[in-house]
């Protein structure tokens, strides 16, 4: 059985229409297109204030219930612990990447 590209590309546009991802789609190009004005060190900046604001709220979260505070759950707790654990590891992927895009430039013949 052969499988022709415009026969599967009609198949996958048909899935689209069907699942209707196409506000997915448009919502993830809104937000793409919202920081193409802006300087890639700010967005990196931003985005390092962003992990370490989820992190000293974890924080904060952990001290206030090992002191007893009965207004944070433990629930909250590991939450808020997850999120800044998921961000950090989000973060220290991207450097890996920048590091490796670095270092491929830097191996390129001039």
Avoid: H, W
């Amino acid at each position: 059985m052969q499988i022709g590209a415009n026969s599967l590309l009609q198949e996958m546009q048909s899935l689209n229409g069907q699942i209707g991802t196409s506000s997915i789609q448009t919502g993830i190009t809104r937000q793409v297109q919202n920081t193409s004005g802006s300087d890639f060190s700010q967005l990196l900046s931003q985005a390092v204030g962003n992990v370490s604001e989820l992190q000293s709220n974890a924080a904060n979260l952990a001290t206030r219930l090992d002191m007893g505070d009965t207004t944070v759950t433990l629930s909250d707790t590991v939450i808020a612990r997850e999120k800044s654990s998921v961000a950090f590891e989000a973060t220290v992927q991207v450097r890996n990447k920048l590091v490796e895009a670095y270092k491929e430039i830097m191996s390129m013949p001039v």
